[in-house]
């Protein structure tokens, strides 16, 4: 099932993978964009110039399907009207990207009727590709070798938790996060995606991220990686993360875990919440 997208969208990851690599070795110029949050972001050609090759082959290959990427502009119409929605974030972490430190991916996602069904990361830096297909499995490969099966962690203990989090300084309320929780093992790596890996890899347990700037291209393909890997992906309050709206950004935050320590990871958020004086922007009905 899926196999000829799947097929597709690994081929597109390594090859979009392997132009933004090009840049990558040159000194090349950063811009600015006005993203879709109204902040300002960095940019380069080599994000448009993988956007174009992954959304131009997705186009040729499977035309009855809608597309949203970060660098083209959001058919609204026609992606709310389609069954399924590829989701494409050419280079996720292109801050990383910029400053050469090799926290970027290539992510192409694949929802149906609202729930991420597919996902494709490469991490060209590390020539590491994770993917999945919901129902089968996840899976990674290292220097495209023989895959691996991947499987999240089974810790409970909410203080035992590694925590991926962001390179960037800590926000004040990260750093209240951190001492909610007491978490005593931080990773600090740079893209959604590459955070969420290391959830699906065993090296962290846990990944809480309470801006509301993240979009649906940051977290459709690395959910499918996840949850078929045994852990949960939602937002802060718990809710299922829907990919059929209107609007692209995630207001309510993520979390992703192992799974086995999710319900009590946002349990024990609800007083920081309460604290921050955050409520769920988008109703119960978008709740799995």
């Given at each position: 099932m899926l196999e000829a997208e799947l097929k597709t969208a690994i081929a597109l990851a390594y090859a979009a993978g392997q132009l933004i690599s090009d840049y990558y070795a040159t000194e090349f110029v950063a811009e600015e964009k006005l993203g879709a949050d109204n902040f300002y972001e960095p940019v380069t050609a080599a994000d448009r110039a993988a956007s174009r090759l992954i959304v131009e082959a997705l186009t040729a290959e499977f035309p009855g399907d809608a597309i949203l990427s970060e660098e083209e502009a959001d058919d609204l119409e026609v992606r709310l009207a389609s069954r399924r929605v590829w989701i494409i974030d050419p280079i996720d972490g292109?801050?990383?990207?910029?400053?050469?430190?090799?926290?970027?991916?290539?992510?192409?996602?694949?929802?149906?009727?609202?729930?991420?069904?597919?996902?494709?990361?490469?991490?060209?830096?590390?020539?590491?590709?994770?993917?999945?297909?919901?129902g089968q499995g996840a899976f990674e490969s290292i220097d495209e070798g023989a895959a691996k099966r991947l499987h999240v962690s089974n810790k409970t203990d909410l203080n035992s938790l590694n925590l991926a989090m962001s390179r960037n300084h800590p926000s004040k309320r990260m750093n209240r996060v951190i001492e909610h929780f007491r978490f005593k093992n931080i990773c600090r790596r740079g893209s959604v995606?590459?955070?969420?890996?290391?959830?699906?890899?065993?090296?962290?347990?846990?990944?809480?991220?309470?801006?509301?700037?993240?979009?649906?291209?940051?977290?459709?393909?690395?959910?499918?990686?996840?949850?078929?890997?045994?852990?949960?992906?939602?937002?802060?309050?718990?809710?299922?993360?829907?990919?059929?709206?209107?609007?692209?950004?995630?207001?309510?935050?993520?979390?992703?875990?192992?799974?086995?320590?999710?319900?009590?990871?946002?349990?024990?958020?609800?007083?920081?919440?309460?604290?921050?004086?955050?409520?769920?922007?988008?109703?119960?009905?978008?709740?799995?």
């Open positions: 292109t801050a990383g990207f910029v400053k050469k430190d090799g926290d970027f991916a290539v992510q192409i996602g694949l929802a149906e009727r609202g729930e991420a069904i597919l996902g494709v990361v490469y991490m060209p830096a590390h020539k590491k590709l994770d993917f999945a297909v919901r995606g590459l955070k969420v890996a290391l959830i699906a890899c065993r090296e962290c347990d846990i990944y809480i991220h309470p801006s509301p700037r993240t979009k649906l291209w940051d977290t459709c393909a690395p959910q499918v990686i996840l949850e078929e890997a045994g852990g949960r992906l939602t937002d802060l309050f718990g809710h299922a993360i829907r990919y059929d709206r209107s609007d692209l950004q995630n207001w309510d935050g993520i979390v992703a875990s192992n799974g086995a320590s999710h319900d009590a990871a946002i349990n024990h958020l609800k007083s920081l919440l309460a604290e921050f004086g955050r409520e769920p922007h988008f109703t119960s009905s978008l709740a799995a």
